[in-house]
């Protein structure tokens, strides 16, 4: 019976860790979080290269991907290298995807090769979590040839 017991308050303890973890992971992120993990994302390129950043950007278990916060990296042509939370969209031109009224992939790139090459941009996108059409702004940071964004929900 004691035994039967500890499994049971085993399972409790474990199911109240799964829910905290599942709360954090369904929480916003914030605009300093999306700032602060273009600036690592920026940086693990710098550090590790072109190709093995992109396999760690489309990660969906790695550690670009917290919540509702995920990098994405785009060429200047409007190419999806990377994209956290939807990996269709790897490998192709998305330059003329349209989000309401505004082409946020152009948006991108104009603010990636402005003088500062950084910048925010907001638009509605559907959240990754909700799947509802929200409002959205998103950090984008020039890298040579390449501009890394993360977005955050309103």
């Known amino acids: ?3 039967l017991f500890k499994q049971l308050m085993f399972a409790v303890f474990a199911f109240t860790l799964a829910g905290a973890a599942s709360a954090q992971d369904a929480r916003r992120g914030t605009a300093d979080e999306a700032v602060a993990m273009v600036k690592k994302a920026s940086a693990y390129l710098n550090d590790n290269g072109r190709e093995k950043a992109i396999a760690a950007f489309n990660d969906p278990k790695g550690e670009f ?3 509702d916060l ?5 060429t200047f042509d409007g190419t999806a290298l990377a994209h956290g939370q939807n990996a269709k969209m790897v490998g192709k ?9 505004v082409f946020p992939i152009r948006e991108f ?3 990636a090769k402005s003088p500062a090459g950084t910048g925010w941009f907001g638009y509605k996108w559907p959240n990754s979590i909700t799947k509802a059409m929200e409002e959205k702004n998103t950090y984008i940071e020039r890298n040579g040839e390449v501009l890394i964004g993360v977005g955050t929900y309103k």
């Open 93 to 101: 031109n998305l330059i003329d995807l349209k989000a309401g009224e």
């Open 70 to 74: 995920y990098v994405f990296m785009f």
């Open 65 to 67: 991907i917290k919540g």
């Open 109 to 111: 790139i104009k603010i």
């Open 1 to 3: 019976m004691k035994s």
